[in-house]
C-alpha cells in the first residue's frame, strides 16, 4: 500500500475521486422535479361536487375568450407606469386594466442557443437569456421549473409533458406565435402559424421588434363575421432586454421602447373592442433587470415583473388602484387554459387570476372547485388540514347548488381559496426534494478524499531522506503485494456492508440505494474509492514522521496558507459569495504590505548591524550583495505591482452590491473613447507576443520557425479585429476576410507549432539533412542527443559504443519547451477569445507572477544563507500563482453569479452551435486568470529545475498541492450548502457557487491532466527517437 502514497500522481486520481463525488453531491443538492407525465383531458372535469350534478363542461366554458399573451422581455414592475407606458397606466387609473405583481422565480435564466461567431452580440444574448426557459415553462405548464431542470436543459429542448399549448391544440385551438423563436423549440408541433425572430442580432433595437409588430395589422383583423382568425395569439418582444443588457435599465433609449410597446397595447386593446367576441389581454414580462443591466439574481428588480390584464368589454378591475396583489407566473397557465376552454395543465399549481374569475357565483365556486380538485390529485396527502379544508369547501359548494344560499357560497369561497393558498405552497416545495442520502456520501467522500490529498502532501514535504525505504526481496514484495490486495478486499467489504446497512436503515428512496443496474456500479465504486482513502491516510499517519523543511516558513507563507484555509469558511456568509472578489482584492493588498514590510526589515535590519560593526555583518560580506538585491530589486517591482493591480482592479466592477457603477471598461466602450479602446487592444496584443518571443527561448528555435509562427499566430488575432470590426485599421482587404476562416488558420499555426517541436526533439529534421543546431556550441546545444564528458550513472549508457547519453537533460528540455509552448498557445488563445478591454490582462498575468516571484525569494528575504528552500519555495510559489488566478478572474469582470457568463467567447470561429467547442471556449476563457496562472507556475519549475529529478520532485509537489486546495475548497462549500439548503438565497447565491465550483474542478483536473501529459510525451519522444536518431539507439 505505501505505493499508492508514492506514486506521483496519486494527487491527480484523488482529484478526479473529488470531481465523481463531487457529481454525487450535485445530484443530490439540485432537486429534480418528478413530474407526473398525465395529459389532462375536458372530460376529465367534475360532473358531481358531492354528490350533487351538475354540467362540468357547459359552466367551465361559458367565458371561452380569445387571449392575447404580449411577453415583453425585460419588462420591470416599474416600467409600467403612465410616465412610460400612458395608454396602458391610463386603463389602469380608469380600472379598466388589472395589475399584477409577479414573482419570476430565481435564478433567471435562458437558453443559450445562439448560432453566430460574433462576440459582442452573443454576450448580451447570453445574459438577456439568463430566465426564459424557467419562466415560458412556469407560463405554459403551471409548475416551477428547479434549478437543475435550467442546469440540465441548457440548448432549449421541447418541453416534456402536458402545457397550454398541448390541452389548447386537444380542443382544436387556433394558437399563432411571433417573436422568440425559443417558443418554436419549447413547444414543436403546437403552432398553427408562427414567424419566429431570432434572439442574436441583440444590438438591433427595432428590427428585431418591427419583425413582430408588422404581423399585427393581418392578425388583428377579424373575419367577416367580426370573430378573431385565433383563439390564442402570442407576441415576444425582445428589444427592451436588448436595451438593458448593452446600456442598462436607465439608458435614454428605455423610455422610447417602452411608448413603442405602449402603442402595440393600445393597437391591441383597440381591435380587441370591435371584435364579436370576449377576448383578453395579457401583458407580462418573463424577468426584470438590473439598474446596470442583466439578470440572474434575485433582488426585486430582476423577479418582481408586471402581469397587466385587459377584458375587451364590461370588465373593472376589482382591486383597488395603485400596486397590485402579488401572484405567481404558474397561476397563468390554468388561467389561459380556462379561457381557452382546456382543461388546466397536467403539473399545473397555479390558480385562475381572480380579475378575471366569472361574477356569476356558481361559475366562480366551479372553477376555484376544478383548480383545487386537479391539485389534490398529485399526491397531496389527504390527513392534510388544507385537504380538510378542500372537503369543508367541497360540503359547502353543494349546500349552494342545492339550496341557493348566499352564505354557504361565501363559506365555500373562503375556504377554497385558504386551501388553495396552501396546496400550492406545498406542491411548490414537495414537488422538488433533496437526495439527503446522495449528499451525505458525497459529503463523506469529499471529507476521506481532502484528508488522504493532505497526507499525500504532507509526504511529498517530506525531506528526500525521510521517504526513503529500504530494499526488499522480491519475494518478500509478492508476499506483501498479495497481502494488500486481501487487506483491500476486507476493507471493501467492510465498506460496502456499512452502506448497505445505511441504506435500509434509513429508508432512504435514494437512487444511490436503488440498486438497479444504472446505479448498481455507482454504488460498488463507492466503497472501493472508500477503502482506497483509507489505505492512503493509514500510510500517511504512518510515514510522514519529518517534516523539519516547514520549519522555514516565513510570515508570508503563512499568510498565504492562513488566507487560503480562511477563505472557503468565509462563504458561511451569504455576502461573502456574492462579493468574493472583495476577499481576494483584501488578500492581496494584505500580502504586497507583507512583503514591503518584511523587505524594509530585513533591509533596516542589515543596515543597523553594519552601523554597528556586527561581526555577522563583516565575516559575512556576501550579504552586502544580497541587500542590494533586495533593496534595488524587490522594491521597485512592489511599487510596479500595486500599481499595475490598482488599475486593473478597476477595469471592470463585479459582485452584486457595486456593479451598477461605473468602471474603466465602460469607459473604454463609449464611442467616444474607441481610439483608448484600440490602443488597449493593441498594446494587449503586442506585449502578449513580447512575451511568447521571449519564452522562445526555452523552445528549439530551429531557424526561429517558432518565431515565424508566433508572428503569424498574432497577426491572424489583429486580423480577426479588423475583419469582426473591433480594431478600425485602414485595411480594407482585411476587413472582408471570413473571421472564421481567420481563426481556423490561427487553430491550424498553432497545431503545426506543436507538431514541429515534437519532431525537432526526436531527430526527425536529420533525416532530411537538415542540421540547424550545428552553430551551437555542444555546451549550449540541450536539444540534441550528445555524448557528455563526464559518465554518470545517470545516463544512458549505448549497449554498443558503451558511451552515455545526455537523456534526462533532453527530456529536462523538452519538458521546459513544452511548458513554455503550452504557455504561449494559451496566452495567444486567450487574446482571441478576451474582449477588447480585457485583453490587457493576458501579458499582466505573466508579469505579475513573474513579479510576485522575485519579490517572494526565500533566499533574498532569509537572512541565513546556504539553506535548502525547494519545499517552502514550492509550497508558496504555488499558493502565490493560485492566488494571481484567482484575482484575475475576478478582475475580468467574473463574479458567482450566472449573470456574469459571457457565452460570446465560445462562438469565435464558430458559425453555429457546438456543445464541446462553445463549452471549452467558454470556460477557458472564464477561467484564463487561473489557467494562465497555473501555466506559469509549471513553466517556472521547468525553467527552474537543475535536473530531470528535480523537476519530476516539484511537478509532483505542485500537483499535490493544487489537488489539496481544490478538494478542500469542494468539500467546505459542500457543507455550507448543506448547511443552507433551505435559506431563501439558495437557487440564487449557494447554487451558481457550485456550479462554478464544479467548472473550476473540471478544468484543474484537465490542467494537471496536461502536465501528467506533458512528462508522458517526454517519455515517448525518448522513444521515438531511437528511430530518427542515427548516431545513438535511443
Known sequence: MLGWIQHRWTGLFLLFLGLASLVLFLYGFFPLKYHSGKLSNIDDLPNFIDGVSIDGHQVYSSSESSVVLMVIDGLRYDFVTEEYMPYAGQLLKNKTACIYVSVAEPPTVTMPRIKSPERKKEKAQWRRTINFWRDIFAMMTGSVSTFADV??????????????????????????????????????????????????????????????????????????????????????????????????????????????????????????????RSAVLIVCGDHGMRDAGGHGGAS????????WVARAQDFSCPHPVGPGPTVAQVDLAPTIAWLLGAAPPGDSTGRILPSLLPSDVREHLYLLHVTAQHNTKQGLSTDAEYYHQFKRAEKQFSHFLVTGQ????????????????????????????????????????????????????????????????????????????????????????????ILVTACFITETKSQVCSFTPEWIIQFAAIPFAMALTYFIIQKGVEKIKDLSTLNDL?????????????????????????????????????????????????????????????????????????????????????????????????????????????????????????????????????GTLLVCIRNLRYMNNVLHIHTILTLAAGFCILSYRISTKTLDVPLEDIQTWDPVQIVNVFWAVLILQFIFEVL??????????????????????????????AKTEDHFYDPVMDEPWNVEEVKLNFVRSSSHLMLNNMMLIVTLLMRPHNVIMVPSIFITCKLTSKCMDHKLLDSRSGKRTEVVDILSRTLVHMWIGILFFFYQGNSNSLASVDLGSGYVGLREYCPARVALRMGLHAYAGPALAGAALFCTIAAQAESWKEYLQQTWRATNILALHRVYALVVYCIIATVF?????????????????????????????????????????????????NRSKL
Open 151 to 276: 442546469a440540465l436543459n441548457f440548448g432549449a429542448p421541447a418541453v416534456q409533458g402536458d402545457s397550454v399549448l398541448r390541452v389548447a391544440k386537444a380542443r382544436g385551438r387556433k394558437t399563432v406565435m411571433y417573436g422568440d423563436d425559443t417558443w418554436l423549440r419549447l413547444f414543436p408541433g403546437l403552432w398553427t402559424e408562427y414567424d419566429g425572430t431570432t434572439s442574436f442580432f441583440v444590438t438591433d433595437y427595432t428590427e428585431v421588434d418591427n419583425n413582430v409588430t408588422r404581423h399585427l395589422d393581418a392578425v388583428l383583423t377579424p373575419d367577416e363575421k367580426k370573430k378573431p382568425t385565433f383563439d390564442f395569439l402570442v407576441l415576444h418582444y425582445l428589444g427592451l432586454d436588448h436595451i438593458g443588457h448593452l446600456e442598462g435599465a436607465r439608458s435614454a433609449k428605455i423610455k422610447p421602447k417602452l411608448l413603442e410597446m405602449d402603442e402595440v397595447v393600445k393597437k391591441i386593446y383597440t381591435a380587441m373592442q370591435e371584435w364579436d
Open 300 to 307: 426585486s428588480s430582476e423577479v418582481l415583473v408586471p402581469l
Open 406 to 497: 348566499q352564505s354557504a357560497a361565501k363559506i365555500a369561497k373562503e375556504f377554497y381559496e385558504e386551501s388553495l393558498e396552501k396546496m400550492s405552497e406545498y406542491l411548490n416545495v414537495t414537488t422538488t426534494s433533496f437526495d439527503m442520502f446522495a449528499i451525505g456520501v458525497a459529503i463523506v467522500m469529499l471529507y476521506l478524499i481532502a484528508t488522504s490529498l493532505l497526507c499525500v502532501t504532507l509526504y511529498s514535504l517530506q525531506p528526500d531522506r525521510a521517504r526513503k525505504t529500504s530494499t526488499i526481496t522480491r519475494q518478500h514484495n509478492t508476499v506483501s503485494f498479495q497481502g494488500s490486495l486481501v487487506a483491500l478486499f476486507v476493507v471493501v467489504l467492510i465498506c460496502s456492508i
Open 554 to 686: 516565513n510570515t508570508i507563507d503563512y499568510l498565504l496558507i492562513g488566507g487560503t484555509i480562511f477563505h472557503s469558511f468565509s462563504f458561511f456568509g451569504t455576502s461573502f459569495i456574492e462579493e468574493e472578489h472583495m476577499t481576494w482584492y483584501f488578500f492581496w493588498n494584505t500580502l504586497m504590505f507583507f512583503v514591503l514590510v518584511r523587505t524594509l526589515v530585513i533591509v533596516i535590519m542589515y543596515l543597523s548591524k553594519k552601523m554597528t560593526g556586527a561581526t555577522e555583518v563583516q565575516d559575512k560580506p556576501e550579504l552586502a550583495q544580497r541587500m542590494t538585491a533586495v533593496g534595488v530589486g524587490i522594491v521597485p517591482k512592489w511599487v510596479l505591482l500595486i500599481a499595475l493591480h490598482r488599475y486593473l482592479r478597476t477595469m471592470n466592477q463585479t459582485g452584486d452590491r457595486w456593479l451598477f457603477l461605473p468602471d474603466t471598461a465602460d469607459w473604454l466602450n463609449a464611442p467616444e473613447n474607441a481610439f483608448y479602446l484600440q490602443a488597449h487592444l493593441v498594446i494587449g496584443t503586442i
Open 760 to 789: 525537432s526533439y526526436i531527430g526527425a529534421f536529420r533525416t532530411c539533412g537538415l542540421k540547424p543546431l550545428e552553430d551551437i556550441t555542444p555546451a549550449t546545444n540541450k536539444f540534441v542527443y550528445n555524448v557528455p564528458k
Open 981 to 1029: 439548503r433551505h435559506h431563501l438565497f439558495v437557487w440564487t447565491v449557494f447554487s451558481p457557487k457550485l456550479l462554478y465550483d464544479f467548472v473550476a474542478t473540471v478544468f484543474s483536473l484537465q490542467a494537471l491532466g496536461t502536465i501528467a501529459q506533458i512528462e508522458a510525451l517526454a517519455h515517448i519522444t525518448n522513444k521515438l527517437a531511437r528511430i530518427f536518431t
